[in-house]
């Protein structure tokens, strides 16, 4: 069928990917509509500014520099922008349990949550009920259709690739997706950014960092609310200073722990239950646990997979067992060093995804 006849919601960040990807799809002939979510406030009502934010760039992505710029960009080529509040949703889906995951004694990754829930959650739903037949967005990846299912890819620009932070979206999402970058070198698209009469440059500072986070996590935990409650750091079992709470502690941290004991230590153990934290060695893994398993295929079974366990780590192969439907158990092949609880394991096979979960207990490998 002809793409003129395909109605696309582009999910735009007002960055250069998206902004590219918009580009990209237009030249292709789908006709467009560029939706923006807000997700740290009330609904804002945006007018259409008149190039205030251009050559600015905001390393926050949702900012409200960012959706001025997305709708400046779909002025320029003559689409529809609709700016969409998603508070509530983000709120519940992604802030919330970023402050719980921290109280826990994890370490948590709340672009996947957002991604899974919002990005490609709530903001999928919203575009199929509007008419909607796919959905794209800027992420270096892909979606293919593999023995007759659907699964996520690497994308080709390795240096870029974003398929770890999309392995918690929702299997019957896949079919309506739509990755134009997927194919692409980041020099590429701020190529073809330069190139087009667009409102901002393919230099441009991409966002980085946890958007709702101004600094530093641990003052946001305060503002949320969230008390500090003294309790003991332990190094060979002995008392060596006191912690501010287990909340504003991160497995593997080294600096800030304001103790001097003469020798490099980071910590080893967040203990929530008696409230103490565990110093030592940098802590590696070899064996750990995954739950609220992500199954993508059929074929995710028992059996040797490259993990990959946080973004920008390397993949590892390693043999899984399940233990029971929603859990398995991990056995890498070689030690990693900081195996966080709360991070996310993600299991490929030839560049495509099978399944992902939440990275549970982790057994420590002696100091």
């Known amino acids: 069928m002809d793409n003129k006849q395909k109605h696309v919601f582009v999910g735009m960040s007002g960055g250069v990917d998206s902004s590219a990807s918009v580009k990209i799809l237009q030249e292709q002939g789908y006709k467009i509509t560029g939706v923006t979510f807000v997700g740290l406030g009330k609904e804002q009502t945006l007018q259409r500014g008149k190039n205030s934010f251009v050559g600015k760039s905001s390393r926050k992505c949702c900012s409200v520099e960012e959706v001025l710029v997305a709708k400046e960009v779909c002025f320029s080529l003559g689409i529809s922008h609709i700016t969409l509040d998603l508070a509530e949703e ?5 802030r919330d349990p970023f402050v719980n995951s921290y109280l826990s004694g994890e370490t948590p990754n709340p672009c996947m949550l957002c991604n899974r829930f919002v990005k490609m959650g709530a903001l999928v739903d919203f575009a199929l009920k509007q008419g909607a037949d796919y959905v794209a967005m800027g992420h270096y990846s892909g979606v293919e259709l593999v023995d007759g299912e659907y699964l996520l890819k690497t994308g080709k620009d390795k240096n870029k690739d974003q398929s770890y932070f999309l392995a918690l979206l929702k299997p019957e999402i896949l079919p309506y997706l739509i990755f134009p970058l997927a194919h692409k070198e980041k020099d590429e698209i701020r190529e073809i950014i330069d190139r087009s009469d667009l409102p901002l440059k393919g230099n441009k500072v991409e966002s980085q960092d946890v ?9 946001y935990l305060r503002d949320q609310g969230v008390p500090e409650k003294k309790g003991t750091l332990l190094l060979n079992e002995k008392i060596v200073g006191d912690h501010t709470g287990v909340a504003f502690y991160a497995l ?9 004991v003469g020798q490099k230590v980071f910590v080893r153990e967040i203990d929530v239950k008696n409230n103490k934290i565990v110093l030592g060695e940098k802590p590696k893994s070899k064996v750990f646990r995954v739950t609220d398993l992500n199954i993508f295929s059929k074929h995710f079974k028992e059996g040797n997979w490259e993990i990959q366990i946080r973004y920008r780590s390397s993949r590892v192969l390693g043999e899984i067992k399940f233990l029971d439907e929603n859990t398995i158990e991990v056995l890498l092949s070689e030690a990693q060093e900081i195996v966080s609880p709360g991070q996310y394991a993600v299991f490929y096979k030839n560049d495509y995804i099978y399944g992902a979960g939440k990275i549970k207990d982790v057994d420590l490998l002696d100091a």
């Open 90 to 94: 983000f709120k519940e889906k992604v």
């Open 211 to 219: 958007c709702f986070v101004d600094d530093d996590y641990r003052d």
């Open 252 to 260: 593997g941290q080294r600096r800030g722990l304001g103790i001097s």
